[in-house]
DNA sequence: CGGCTGACGAAAA
DNA sequence: CTTTTCGCCAGCC
Protein backbone atom coordinates (compact mmCIF):
# COMPACT_ATOMS: atom_id res chain seq x y z
CA UNK A 1 0.00 0.00 0.00
CA UNK A 2 2.02 2.92 1.28
CA UNK A 3 5.07 2.09 -0.63
CA UNK A 4 6.05 5.58 -0.66
CA UNK A 5 4.14 8.31 1.86
CA UNK A 6 6.11 11.58 2.06
CA UNK A 7 4.22 12.74 4.97
CA UNK A 8 4.89 16.41 4.34
CA UNK A 9 5.97 17.28 0.98
CA UNK A 10 3.87 19.84 -0.32
CA UNK A 11 2.13 21.28 2.57
CA UNK A 12 2.84 24.26 1.47
CA UNK A 13 -0.15 25.36 0.22
CA UNK A 14 -0.07 28.50 -2.60
CA UNK A 15 -2.54 30.52 -1.30
CA UNK A 16 -2.00 32.04 -4.45
CA UNK A 17 -4.51 29.57 -5.90
CA UNK A 18 -4.32 29.00 -9.98
CA UNK A 19 -8.20 30.32 -9.20
CA UNK A 20 -7.19 33.46 -7.17
CA UNK A 21 -4.97 34.25 -9.58
CA UNK A 22 -8.04 33.85 -12.39
CA UNK A 23 -10.35 35.48 -9.99
CA UNK A 24 -8.14 38.73 -9.96
CA UNK A 25 -7.83 38.81 -14.07
CA UNK A 26 -11.55 38.79 -14.40
CA UNK A 27 -12.53 41.25 -11.96
CA UNK A 28 -10.54 43.52 -13.65
CA UNK A 29 -11.89 43.11 -16.65
CA UNK A 30 -13.73 46.41 -17.84
CA UNK A 31 -17.19 46.86 -18.32
CA UNK A 32 -18.27 46.37 -22.34
CA UNK A 33 -15.23 43.70 -22.50
CA UNK A 34 -14.86 40.29 -22.91
CA UNK A 35 -11.90 37.88 -22.65
CA UNK A 36 -11.28 34.42 -23.10
CA UNK A 37 -9.99 31.59 -20.81
CA UNK A 38 -7.17 31.03 -23.18
CA UNK A 39 -6.14 34.91 -22.66
CA UNK A 40 -6.11 34.06 -18.57
CA UNK A 41 -4.56 31.49 -18.49
CA UNK A 42 -1.33 32.21 -20.99
CA UNK A 43 -1.24 35.23 -19.07
CA UNK A 44 -0.94 32.62 -15.84
CA UNK A 45 1.36 31.18 -17.72
CA UNK A 46 -0.35 27.84 -18.49
CA UNK A 47 -0.85 28.87 -22.44
CA UNK A 48 -2.27 25.36 -22.55
CA UNK A 49 -4.57 25.49 -19.22
CA UNK A 50 -7.15 27.56 -20.44
CA UNK A 51 -9.31 24.58 -19.00
CA UNK A 52 -8.48 24.91 -15.95
CA UNK A 53 -8.87 28.86 -16.04
CA UNK A 54 -12.57 27.93 -17.01
CA UNK A 55 -12.37 25.11 -14.27
CA UNK A 56 -11.81 27.70 -11.64
CA UNK A 57 -13.99 30.12 -12.27
CA UNK A 58 -16.80 27.08 -11.87
CA UNK A 59 -16.13 27.75 -8.07
CA UNK A 60 -16.08 31.18 -8.56
CA UNK A 61 -19.79 31.52 -9.96
CA UNK A 62 -20.63 30.42 -6.76
CA UNK A 63 -19.27 33.28 -5.62
CA UNK A 64 -20.93 36.29 -7.27
CA UNK A 65 -18.33 38.46 -6.91
CA UNK A 66 -17.38 37.79 -10.49
CA UNK A 67 -18.20 39.20 -13.16
CA UNK A 68 -17.96 35.23 -15.38
CA UNK A 69 -20.37 36.52 -17.71
CA UNK A 70 -17.35 38.30 -19.30
CA UNK A 71 -15.05 35.37 -19.92
CA UNK A 72 -16.48 33.52 -22.69
CA UNK A 73 -14.40 30.75 -25.12
CA UNK A 74 -11.36 31.91 -27.80
CA UNK A 75 -14.65 31.86 -30.15
CA UNK A 76 -16.23 34.25 -28.20
CA UNK A 77 -18.96 31.55 -27.64
CA UNK A 78 -20.73 31.93 -24.35
CA UNK A 79 -19.56 28.27 -23.45
CA UNK A 80 -21.15 28.66 -19.70
CA UNK A 81 -24.31 30.49 -20.15
CA UNK A 82 -25.77 27.04 -18.93
CA UNK A 83 -24.19 27.48 -15.52
CA UNK A 84 -25.89 30.53 -14.90
CA UNK A 85 -29.37 31.06 -12.88
CA UNK A 86 -30.87 30.50 -16.31
CA UNK A 87 -29.69 30.58 -19.98
CA UNK A 88 -30.41 33.76 -20.95
CA UNK A 89 -28.55 35.40 -17.54
CA UNK A 90 -25.43 36.01 -19.70
CA UNK A 91 -26.33 37.00 -22.54
CA UNK A 92 -28.57 39.22 -21.47
CA UNK A 93 -25.65 40.62 -18.63
CA UNK A 94 -23.97 41.47 -21.30
CA UNK A 95 -25.89 42.80 -23.45
CA UNK A 96 -26.86 44.84 -20.21
CA UNK A 97 -23.10 46.29 -20.52
CA UNK A 98 -23.21 47.24 -24.17
CA UNK A 99 -21.79 43.83 -25.49
CA UNK A 100 -23.44 42.67 -28.86
CA UNK A 101 -24.59 39.01 -28.68
CA UNK A 102 -26.73 36.74 -31.17
CA UNK A 103 -26.62 33.23 -31.00
CA UNK A 104 -24.40 32.96 -27.91
CA UNK A 105 -21.92 34.32 -29.72
CA UNK A 106 -20.21 37.84 -29.13
CA UNK A 107 -20.30 40.21 -32.05
CA UNK A 108 -17.23 42.66 -32.83
CA UNK A 109 -15.41 40.04 -30.83
CA UNK A 110 -12.44 41.35 -32.68
CA UNK A 111 -13.02 44.72 -31.15
CA UNK A 112 -14.39 43.11 -27.22
CA UNK A 113 -12.11 41.52 -26.78
CA UNK A 114 -9.44 42.58 -23.70
CA UNK A 115 -6.39 41.06 -23.58
CA UNK A 116 -4.76 41.45 -20.03
CA UNK A 117 -1.43 40.72 -21.43
CA UNK A 118 -1.56 44.30 -22.99
CA UNK A 119 -4.26 45.79 -21.46
CA UNK A 120 -3.13 45.04 -17.99
CA UNK A 121 0.27 45.28 -18.87
C1' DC B 1 -3.61 5.39 -4.34
C1' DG B 2 -5.42 5.69 -9.20
C1' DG B 3 -8.05 7.30 -12.64
C1' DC B 4 -11.82 10.26 -14.69
C1' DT B 5 -13.53 14.73 -15.57
C1' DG B 6 -13.62 19.45 -16.82
C1' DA B 7 -16.58 27.25 -18.82
C1' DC B 8 -10.63 25.27 -23.59
C1' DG B 9 -7.27 25.66 -27.13
C1' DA B 10 -3.99 24.66 -30.46
C1' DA B 11 -1.40 21.46 -33.25
C1' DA B 12 -1.39 17.31 -35.97
C1' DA B 13 -3.29 14.12 -39.34
C1' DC C 1 -10.68 22.40 -45.65
C1' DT C 2 -12.49 19.09 -41.31
C1' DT C 3 -11.80 15.88 -37.66
C1' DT C 4 -9.04 13.97 -33.99
C1' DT C 5 -5.74 13.95 -30.36
C1' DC C 6 -2.92 15.88 -26.87
C1' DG C 7 -1.83 19.11 -23.31
C1' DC C 8 -2.98 21.75 -18.88
C1' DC C 9 -3.45 20.79 -13.63
C1' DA C 10 -6.36 20.27 -9.90
C1' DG C 11 -10.54 18.44 -7.68
C1' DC C 12 -13.38 14.56 -6.88
C1' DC C 13 -15.04 9.37 -6.75
Known amino acids: MSVKKPEKIQDQKPKNDFFEDVYQVVRLIPKGRVTSYGAIAAYLGSKRGARMVGWAMGSSYTHHDIPAHRVV ?9 HLFETPTTMQERLEHEG ?11 ANR ?9
Open 73 to 81: NRDGLLSAR
Open 99 to 109: VVVKDDVVQDW
Open 113 to 121: FWDPEKELL
